[in-house]
């Protein structure tokens, strides 16, 4: 099953927040993990490395983190990535 933006975050205490976007190898295609938009009205965004990604069902990505976990993660990378296919390379 595809991850795709708006996607529903879902950790293993509740809801973290949803898909900003999917994050691959520039010019492969491996998977590297998603942007997670979280916080007061999704205005923050973390990095959510592919190896937390657990399944993924219909409208749901399930991860293994906690919310106290994913508001620790790191922004998103930029500059050598691609977010849906869109190249951020400066």
């Known amino acids: 099953m595809l991850i795709e933006r708006g996607m ?3 950790g ?4 973290l927040g949803t898909v900003a976007e999917v994050v691959a190898d520039k010019g492969v295609d491996v998977f590297r993990g998603i942007v997670l938009a ?7 965004q973390a ?4 190896e937390q990604v657990v ?3 219909q409208n749901v990505v399930h991860v293994r983190l906690s919310k106290t976990e994913a508001e620790q993660l ?4 930029v500059g ?4 849906e296919g869109r190249d951020l390379q400066p």
Do not use: C
């Not at 050598?80 to 977010?83: A, E």
């Open 8 to 10: 529903i975050v879902r």
């Open 12 to 15: 293993t205490d509740g809801d």
């Open 38 to 44: 979280h916080g007061l009205f999704g205005l923050k």
């Open 47 to 50: 990095f959510v490395p592919g």
């Open 55 to 57: 399944r993924v069902e």
């Open 74 to 77: 790191p922004a998103p990378p």
């Open 80 to 83: 050598g990535q691609t977010y």
